[in-house]
């Protein structure tokens, strides 16, 4: 319905036929939640993803470019009577993607977009032998994986090199699966993941030329 308003709310007088020459921008996604397919244990499940976004015109509906995309940090802490055992992970992704422009007016457009790329995890585990004491014991493990997206764009034109606009997302995030068989092969909660798909609604702002 949103797409619909947007598309209907001006009289088709200069319809935006073809995509801008290049843009540049970023904003924020309101994504499903994930943090049990980041960390075996969490504090908070973090739901924002912010993203910075580019491309070029190849043809006059069509343009490819490229999307970084970061989730929030994933955390969690446990605690007993002699230690503290804390966790954090993070996550980054960068996919080529390509739009193209399936109707637009003389205000705003609709979009298809897919793409492909690789993300980036880093997890990290501290460790100390009491809950006032300092961290004892640090340790890393950092992963590659693919990561997939399609989704739509609503790009809405505010001047002739400004725009912003509304998107959805399909995240496919095939980290693969590392919970282990349990003990004693489960690694550390911290150092567990697993695959996920988060779906998103999130807004942008673009510089076009």
């Known amino acids: 319905m949103l797409t619909v308003a947007l598309l209907s709310c001006a ?28 960390m075996r244990l969490f504090d908070a499940d973090p739901f924002h993803v912010w993203l910075l976004e580019g491309g070029v015109r190849v043809a006059s509906r069509v343009s490819l470019g490229a999307e970084f995309v970061q989730p929030g940090a994933a955390r969690a802490v446990t605690r007993g009577i002699t230690f503290q055992s804390f966790g954090e992970q993070h996550e980054r992704a960068v996919l080529g993607m390509a739009r193209v422009r399936l109707a637009a007016n003389d205000v705003a457009a609709l979009e298809a977009v897919i793409g492909a790329g690789i993300m980036f995890q880093r997890h990290e585990l501290r460790n100390s032998s009491c809950v006032m004491c300092d961290v004892t014991r640090t340790e890393t493990m950092t992963n590659r994986a693919r990561a997939y997206a399609v989704g739509a764009d609503v790009p809405v034109r505010v001047t002739d090199h400004f725009s912003i606009g509304v998107l959805t997302r399909l995240y496919f995030l095939n980290r693969g699966d590392h919970t282990g068989s349990g003990p004693p092969d489960e690694p550390p909660w911290q150092f567990t993941w ?11 702002a673009r510089a076009t030329w």
């Open 194 to 204: 697993r695959s996920s798909r988060r779906f998103g609604v999130g807004a942008t």
């Open 11 to 38: 009289t088709v007088a200069a319809a935006q036929d073809e995509v801008p020459r290049g843009f540049i921008g970023g904003g924020v996604v309101r994504a499903s939640r994930d943090a049990s397919s980041r």
